[in-house]
């Protein structure tokens, strides 16, 4: 079955730092990869997603960048974090002959 | 395009009572619509898909949901609420042919009351 192990899950960064999210999958080859946004109180905000190896889409301009070095790692960064950077941060796949996504824990992230 | 739209950010129920939460859909081909559940500080998980297969799917934990295709609403039911249902909820859908293929309602926290 498929598995998202996303690390760590929480952190505190202070502004300006950089960050680093990790998210590794198990179960399943070539899948599509999303990282997504929670601010609080607010919906899911699709950030980023891929369909292979150095294949990155962004979806919303920001101060966020992402890569996919292997085929089930998918990295979150950031050189400098704003306070606006805080929330919970989700990956999930889509991928094989299932539709819907699988989801990790979340990476719950304030930036102070 | 495709969107969704969930009525109502927060709903609240009294323990046994039916739970509805509503689901709006657009989307330019046949849809695959989802429900998830999240509870806090953890990631999103399954409640029940729709697929083209039957229209009234039912899911884990007791719900289930409705296709309506002249209504293109796809609202989650229960008919008795536990204390443990108190999460929120989400509304999602997706058409097949591209890799962003999820797109989610703005979610209902649903409370339930003793």
């Known amino acids: 079955s498929q598995t998202i192990h996303q690390w760590p899950a929480t952190l505190v960064q202070p502004v300006g730092s950089p960050l680093s999210l990790e998210c590794t999958v198990e179960?399943?080859?070539?899948?599509?990869l999303y990282w997504y946004r929670q601010a609080a109180g607010r919906g899911l905000q699709l950030l980023f997603y891929s369909i292979g190896i150095d294949q990155i889409s962004s979806e919303v301009p920001q101060n966020l960048s992402a890569s996919r070095p292997q085929d089930r790692q998918f990295i979150l960064s950031s050189k400098k974090l704003l306070l606006s950077d805080s929330g919970f941060y989700l990956c999930?796949?889509?991928?094989?002959?299932?539709?819907?996504?699988?989801f990790g824990q979340g990476t719950r992230l304030t930036v102070v | 395009a495709q969107s969704v739209t969930q009525l109502g950010s927060h709903v609240s129920v009294s323990e046994g009572a039916l739970v509805l939460l509503r689901c709006n859909y657009s989307?330019?081909?046949?849809?695959?619509l989802f429900w998830y559940v999240q509870y806090p500080n953890q990631g999103l998980q399954l409640l029940l898909k729709y697929t083209s297969a039957a229209t009234l799917v039912k899911g884990i934990n007791g719900f289930e949901a409705e296709f309506k295709k002249s209504e293109t609403s796809f609202h989650l039911t229960k008919p008795s609420a536990h204390m443990s249902d108190a999460a929120e909820y989400f509304c999602a859908v997706s058409s097949s042919g591209s890799a962003r293929q999820l797109t989610f309602g703005s979610g209902t926290q649903l409370t339930v009351l003793p």
């Open positions: 999930a796949l889509t991928g094989g002959y299932n539709t819907e996504a699988f």
């Open positions: 179960g399943t080859s070539n899948p599509n």
């Open positions: 989307s330019s081909v046949p849809p695959y």
